[in-house]
């Protein structure tokens, strides 16, 4: 973990962006954000009950003097935020629903970062992912070309790197939505400092088994090769489709894919499901020893990102800095 945010601290130094933390009333986010005031590359914004919040802090001594700290319900951004909102649903909700939904910490939040006020969101501490990613669907929206945002998880052990995707958002996928999110991980993977070489996974390696869920992977193979191509992105490999041990694993790739572009050095993984990939990423976690960050959400025009309900502090403070570092995409 240490190696990837030691990179990612070293590019937002100095650059102080500003993440909305919405769950202020949360002593686990209230410490991260202590600790993410203290640096210069993240500024936090904290949402929730003043009052509630310096007690918080009083009870647990952190110091919050210098930290920006708004209650969605009495905000002078509130009016502003609120003709933004009616605007942006296009008729969807009336002002008294705005006035109502922008209550909510989340829906306040988003909105910081929509009209501009702050970059990025870190949610979910308290809150379900539905919570978190809603309004951010219905207020940021996916960037132009993608049609669904996905979930990826940064998978790090010692001095291994990967990444998991769709691990967090979408149950069912088709082979364009496949290849949308195998793109649009190597773009996540190319950001943060890696040259993607993507492995789109199934119970086949390259024609091994016949059904339709494997010809779902292959079709998505090729949809993925030709938007790479199209997109012109340099040093991003992807190929299908594989067995995990393949895409891992050399001397298993030289056997079952010995033509493959792929050979056994795959370092982002995309999942046929969100249940694989579910799967796949808490198996490497709980018996691999793997630290999973995340869930980074991509495909949207901002970052907001989700939260565990379980998470730490750490885990906080974390994906704040990796939130910060999307901005600079």
Excluded at 102 to 119: I, P, R, W
Excluded at 237 to 263: H, N, S, T
């Amino acid at each position: 973990m240490s190696s990837l945010l030691d990179v990612l601290q070293e590019k937002l130094s100095g650059k102080n962006v500003k993440i909305v933390l919405p769950e202020g009333e949360d002593e686990r986010v209230l410490t991260a954000a202590t600790k993410l005031q203290a640096t210069d590359y993240v500024t936090p914004i904290v949402l929730g009950d003043n009052d509630k919040i310096k007690q918080l802090a009083e009870e647990k001594g952190l110091d919050i003097s210098d930290i920006e700290v708004i209650n969605p319900s009495t905000s002078e951004l509130k009016p502003e935020l609120v003709k933004s909102f009616v605007e942006r649903r296009k008729g969807k909700a009336t002002e008294e629903q705005a006035k109502e939904l922008l209550d909510n910490v989340n829906y306040f939040g988003t909105m910081l970062v929509y009209a501009g006020h702050a970059e990025g969101l870190v949610s979910g501490a308290a809150h379900s992912t539905g919570d978190t990613v809603r309004p951010a669907l219905q207020i940021i929206k996916t960037k132009p070309g993608v049609s669904k945002t996905s979930g990826i998880f940064f998978m790090i052990k010692d001095d291994q790197q990967y990444v998991f995707g769709d691990c967090a958002i979408n149950p069912t996928l088709e082979s364009s939505d496949l290849a949308e999110i195998a793109v649009e991980s190597a773009k996540s993977a190319k950001s943060f400092g890696m040259d993607p070489r993507v492995a789109m996974l199934s119970f086949s390696t390259k024609g091994s088994a016949k059904s339709d869920d494997v010809e779902k992977v292959a079709n998505a193979v090729k949809l993925a090769q030709e938007k790479v191509e199209s997109e012109g992105l340099d040093n991003v490999v992807i190929d299908g489709e594989f067995q995990f041990d393949a895409a891992i694993v050399p001397a298993v790739a030289e056997k079952k894919a010995p033509g493959a572009k792929i050979q056994g050095d795959a370092n982002v993984f995309v999942f046929p499901s969100l249940e694989a990939g579910n799967i796949g990423y808490k198996i490497a976690q709980r018996l691999g020893g793997f630290d999973a960050v995340g869930p980074v959400l991509q495909g949207l025009n901002s970052p907001v990102n989700d939260l565990s309900r379980g998470c730490s502090t750490e885990d906080v403070y974390n994906l704040s800095i990796i939130t910060a570092a999307q901005t600079l995409q």
